[in-house]
């Protein structure tokens, strides 16, 4: 992708631009550093008109689930800028895309609430954002903001939309009559909640055009959604907005009661005193249920800027003769923790990845063998024992350890340490005995002593000291643990194929010269390792990307 300005350029004063980080129809988004250092979003409108109208309504709009706009600014050349807050995280479309079944529904309670309250605050200040969708929502640190203000529009304003704006999965049915109120981010927010619970969209197709029609005339299926949400979303959904919820407010309420309603029971006798203790939670102790009483909380839920705790035990009604139901706890699920994995997965997946990186080497060395035109298979069979050897060395010398481990010594001990079998391996392969015998009889082969030091060519140094070193450097210099771990940036890079050709370059001293070797000097080993390893490792996305910046651009 490139942009217009380069790294360090200072397009506006007191601004210093660092990188790129998105582009769309109305401009690009640059991540940039104060003359104070503080970190800040540039954005460079590419349709001024458009979008500015949109921004000035929320230029001094404050709240903690909306992302700020601080000022607009114009440069030297006339162009604008907005200068906007910087967010460290990602969009919830990243998110959605990830659980294609849909969220834990304690997060999409969480999280629709902080929506609501975002959009319940636009509406406040007369401003209808007309453009809510995932991919202009963003999470950060567990919360979430809403951004991207191009479209947002004025409430008061008389003036009809002659044309539909906005994207159209999340587009109401009255938008092609040119109308805007909030009932269309109301709409909107729906669509939202059914994609986050489903991981689909109510509605698709494969042109723009059959999207909006279905907006217009289907019902959406809400067989799928979980228990209690089918109501919810039918309303917010009715292709007449005053049947919709009368607000955010409103419809945040009913998200959040449907999700405390469907929270598992707990069922105790009902003749007996009740004593519960939670740990981390607190002890509570409940007294025999008087007969035929109910006891309900009607009071309403407050869509404020704090975030509130929520409660220890939800009310309970003890009809006479009856058992007694106490719903359990709802813990905050600003995190979902993940189990571990057990040491028969861990067993599965260390088996399946020495099992399939021959296959991968074989499927390397085919085509290789091709192209090279090696006439001797045999020259090609130890290329492919040397380069397994590798490949099961880089996948056994990672021991479970993290992309972001700490780089210290032992892991490359560890890999050197393996080097060696690997070293002893090429040195017999290419036709040389290891020795056996006692240092008081001392074998030699092709006239080279092993326990003299020394060689009838006139070499000071072993031949098989020569492929020790040089296994050992390759494999102890490099952190060829990052190729197997988990947790790694990306499934495949070509990085760690520049690296093993790198180190086997800078150690191909220690090749002896004029030996026979294993394919040209283990550099192709090396490369071809480092590709089967990535291949066959699994690897798993991270959740929260932290060190990904936030990319704020529009659609």
């Known amino acids: 992708m490139r942009f217009t300005y380069r790294s360090g350029q200072r397009v506006l004063d007191g601004f210093t631009l660092k990188r790129g980080v998105g582009k769309g129809g109305f401009g690009e988004v640059y991540f940039a550093l104060s003359d104070s250092g503080k970190e800040v979003a540039l954005k460079l409108l590419a349709e001024r008109e458009v979008e500015m109208r949109g921004v000035l309504n929320c230029l001094n709009l404050k709240h903690p689930n909306l992302v ?47 929506l609501a309250r975002a959009v319940a605050y636009l509406h406040d200040q007369g401003v209808v954002h007309r453009d809510l969708k995932p991919a202009n929502i963003f999470i950060e640190n567990g919360g979430l903001k809403v951004g991207d203000y191009g479209l947002c529009k004025s409430m008061s304003s008389g003036q009809k939309q002659t044309q539909r704006v906005g994207t159209v999965h999340y587009m109401a049915p009255e938008i092609g009559s040119g109308k805007y109120d909030k009932g269309i981010d109301i709409y909107a927010c729906g669509v939202m909640l059914f994609e986050m619970l489903t991981g689909k969209l109510p509605y698709d197709g494969e042109t723009d055009n059959e999207i909006f029609v279905k907006h217009l005339t289907a019902v959406p299926d809400v067989a799928g959604l979980p228990r209690g949400f089918g109501p919810i979303v ?64 009607e009071s309403p839920i407050i869509l404020d800027d704090a975030p509130k705790a929520a409660p220890l035990a939800a009310p309970i009604m003890v009809p006479s003769g009856q058992p007694r139901t106490l719903p359990l706890p709802l813990a905050r699920p600003t995190a979902i923790p993940v189990a571990a994995f057990a040491w028969r997965d861990r067993l599965s997946e260390l088996t399946g990845s020495l099992a399939a990186a021959p296959l991968l080497v074989l499927l390397l060395l085919v085509p290789y063998g091709l192209f090279a035109q090696v006439a001797d298979p045999l020259a090609l069979g130890k290329v492919f024992l040397v380069t397994t050897a590798l490949a099961w060395t880089m996948i056994l010398g990672s021991a479970g350890r993290s992309f ?103 150690l191909s001293f220690l090749w002896p010269t004029g ?34 910046k936030l990319r704020l651009h529009a659609a």
């Open 404 to 506: 972001r481990s700490a780089d210290t010594w032992w892991p490359r001990l560890r890999f050197a340490g393996l080097g060696l079998v690997v070293g002893l391996l090429a040195f017999w392969l290419d036709g040389w005995l290891v020795p056996t015998a006692s240092v008081g009889n001392p074998v030699t082969s092709r006239g080279v002593t092993f326990f003299g030091l020394a060689s009838v060519d006139g070499e000071s140094v072993p031949l098989a000291a020569k492929y020790l070193l040089y296994f050992a450097g390759v494999l102890g210099l490099g952190r060829w643990w990052r190729l197997s771990s988990r947790d790694r940036k990306e499934r495949f890079s070509l990085v760690p194929l520049f690296a093993a050709g790198f180190w086997g370059y800078i």
């Open 234 to 297: 039918l309303r917010a959904l009715d292709k007449n907005p005053l049947k919709r919820y009368a607000s955010m407010t409103e419809f945040a309420r009913a998200v959040d009661a449907t999700a405390l309603a469907v929270a598992s029971p707990v069922v105790l006798p009902v003749n007996l005193p009740m004593s519960m203790s939670t740990s981390g939670i607190g002890t509570s102790t409940l007294p025999p249920a008087p007969p035929a009483t109910a006891v309900r909380d």
């Open 68 to 114: 700020h706009v601080y000022d607009v600014r114009e440069d030297e050349n006339g162009d604008t800028w907005i200068v906007m807050e910087y967010v460290l995280g990602e969009s919830l479309a990243q998110v959605v895309q990830r659980h294609r079944t849909g969220l834990p529904e304690n997060l999409v309670r969480e999280w629709f609430g902080a």
């Open 515 to 548: 030996m026979p070797h294993v394919g040209e000097g283990a550099v192709l080993p090396l490369v071809f390792a480092a590709i089967a390893v990535q291949a066959v490792s699994p690897w798993i996305p991270a959740v929260n990307t932290a060190s990904k």
